[in-house]
Structures are given as structure tokens and as C-alpha cells.
């Protein structure tokens, strides 16, 4: 197990596949998880298409389901003895505003909580690499997100446009709590903006956010350019980037979050919020 070894969700399409790829090229065995075998196998010969010496392995979860989530990093645990990147790539924008069975909003159980407790269960093989690196899509589409809606359950006051807001925004606050609780460790946590990228983003999206998104399709980026700062920050010397650890980027460099809501009061709250969330959906 000499080589470096990168877990990656949603590498099934778009960016998330273009990241899969290009960490493939830098010669990274990875690991997807993923919502069906059929997907996983689909995109495993697709890169094998072109890395045919690549290890890809795969776990089936849906980040919707926090039990399916935990049930993956259990495996994972029982098959590698360290990981080296965790690319928490996944995430989506809401057809329709729903809850769950607790009353989240679903799509912020997918875009962060999923990857929250991902990431947490995981944080001993990230250590074990000795450079371990954790790397979460955010948005510019933070700036939308507001801290106040975050937990709020059955909030029938918010929109699709709100919630992948406050799903972006639980991103970055997710990146600075965790790099708090990294200090002294060799594992770095990072969150970018990927650019707007002309995958199915706002595909769904009806009126005037509907027609923003239709708009501004012809000026949006390849998944290949969305997917470079994810592979910057997976490639950059541990030594280069240490510094960095717990900021926002954008095009490959440190940018200002657009949130007033990021907070130290409350990022910890979040963080405090989210444990509260998943031990009640581990019930």
C-alpha cells in the first residue's frame, strides 16, 4: 500500500468526476463512495479507461442516510489502514424543499451532514497518512446561507435557493471547526468554490433563479477547470499549503468568505448542532 490513496464522493459526474480523474493522473488509488454499485462499476471502467494501473475501490451509501454513511466508514475501516485525501465532493441542489423523518431539510443532511460524519469517523486513517488532507466543495453560494435556518426542522419558510445556501454555508463553518480540532495533528481541512461549472447546478430551479441560472450557462466553466483547486489542494506539498489550513479557496488561492455569519461563536455552535443532529438520527 505505497501509494496514496484518495476517498471521494460523488465521482460519479461532473466535477467530482474530473477530480476522480485527475487524482488518478497524479497516482492516487482511490475509493468512491457512492449511491449504487452500478454507478460505482460505470465510473471504475470509465478511469480504468485511461489508468489502467489505478486501485479504485468503493463503498455504497447514500449521504442522506447517516446510518449508511456510518455502516461505510466501518468498512473502510476493516480494509485500509490509512487514507490520505477525503474529498467530500458531493452535494446538490434541491428539486424541492423536503424533511426528514426529524424534520431536516434533506438536502443539508446530503451537503454536509452525510460528509460530517464521514469525515469524523475517518479522521484516524487521515492522521495515519502523515499529510492527510480534508477537502469540502463549498460555493460562492455561501454567501445565501444563513446560520438561523441551519437546524430549524420542518421550516416551511425556506426555499430551494435557501437551502443550498445554508448547505454551502454549513461547508465553510464545517472546514473552520474541524481545522480547530486539527491543530497539532497532520491533517489540514480545507473548502473551496469550484467555479460556476456548466454541469446540472440550478437545472431545477423554476422562476427568476430559474432563469438567472439559464442565463448564465454559456459563461460557466468545463468540470475540468471546476475540478482544479480540488486537485491543487490535493497535490501541493503538505509543507506549502500548512498554513492554509481552515481557509476558503478560489481558483487555487486563499479568498474571503462573503458571510457574516462565520463566526467563532458560531462555529462552535454548528459543530455542537451537528453532533446534537446525528446522535438523534442515530437513534
Known amino acids: 500500500m505505497n501509494n496514496k490513496i484518495a476517498l471521494i464522493t460523488g465521482a460519479n459526474s461532473g466535477v467530482g468526476l474530473a477530480t476522480a480523474k485527475g487524482l488518478a493522473s497524479a497516482g492516487f488509488d482511490l475509493i468512491f463512495l457512492v449511491r449504487s454499485i452500478q454507478k460505482a462499476e460505470s465510473t471504475k471502467a470509465e478511469i480504468l479507461k485511461q489508468f489502467p494501473n489505478v486501485k479504485i475501490d468503493y463503498e455504497i451509501a447514500d449521504l442522506e442516510d447517516i446510518k449508511s454513511v456510518l455502516k461505510a466508514t466501518e468498512n473502510i475501516k476493516k480494509r485500509y489502514i490509512k487514507i490520505d485525501r477525503l474529498i467530500n465532493n458531493a452535494g446538490y441542489s434541491p428539486d424541492v424543499v423536503a424533511f426528514t423523518k426529524e424534520g431536516y431539510e434533506k438536502s443539508f443532511i446530503a451537503n454536509h451532514l452525510g460528509h460530517f460524519v464521514l469525515t469524523i469517523n475517518l479522521l484516524d486513517l487521515l492522521e495515519a497518512s502523515g499529510e492527510g ?52 495533528k497532520p491533517v489540514l481541512a480545507f473548502c473551496l468554490h469550484p467555479g460556476v461549472v456548466g454541469t446540472n447546478f440550478g437545472g431545477n430551479f423554476t422562476g427568476i433563479s430559474g432563469l438567472l441560472v439559464k442565463l448564465a450557462h454559456p459563461f460557466m466553466i468545463s468540470s475540468e477547470k471546476g475540478a482544479m483547486t480540488s486537485l491543487f489542494l490535493a497535490t501541493t506539498p503538505f509543507e506549502n499549503i500548512q498554513r492554509d489550513g481552515g481557509k476558503y479557496f478560489d481558483k487555487s488561492k486563499v479568498k474571503s468568505t462573503m458571510n457574516n455569519d462565520i463566526t467563532n461563536d458560531n462555529i462552535e455552535w454548528f459543530w455542537q448542532k451537528s453532533l446534537e443532529a446525528v446522535e438523534e438520527m442515530l437513534l
Request: hydrophobic share 40%; charged share 20%; no cysteine.
Open 133 to 184: 488532507r480534508v477537502i469540502s466543495l463549498s460555493s460562492a453560494a455561501h454567501a445565501l446561507g444563513k446560520v438561523s435556518r441551519m437546524f430549524l426542522k420542518n421550516n416551511k419558510n425556506t426555499n430551494i435557493l435557501k437551502a443550498y445556501g445554508d448547505g454551502k454555508l454549513a461547508n465553510v463553518l464545517f472546514t473552520k471547526g474541524l481545522s480547530k480540532r486539527l491543530v497539532g
